[in-house]
């Protein structure tokens, strides 16, 4: 089991990312306004790897979420606009 956390401005499509994993689906934007945790489940040839998946409300607009946020993240996806 794997902890990562999904980085990057508001609007970059951190949700979306991740819900389409999730349930195969691409979904509008919506603003988030905390942490959300998803187990997301990848099979290899080895067996199931799981992953919780921290999904976070954009830091800056909404407070910052301290450091105790990254304990034992083993990975970060960082999310950003190819177009700013």
Do not use: N
């Not at 689906?25 to 998803?38: D, I, Q, S």
């Not at 992953?51 to 909404?62: P, V």
Request: charged letters at 20%.
């Amino acid at each position: 089991q794997f902890k990562f956390v999904l980085v990057g401005d508001s609007g970059t499509g951190k949700t979306t990312f991740l819900k389409c994993h999730l349930t195969g689906e691409f979904e509008k934007y919506v603003a988030m306004l905390c942490v959300e945790v998803h187990p997301l489940v990848f099979q290899i040839s080895r067996g199931p790897v799981m992953f919780k998946a921290w999904d976070r409300a954009d830091q800056e607009k909404f407070g910052g979420l301290g450091d105790g946020y990254y304990i034992q993240v083993q990975c970060f996806i960082i999310m950003f606009d190819v177009t700013s």
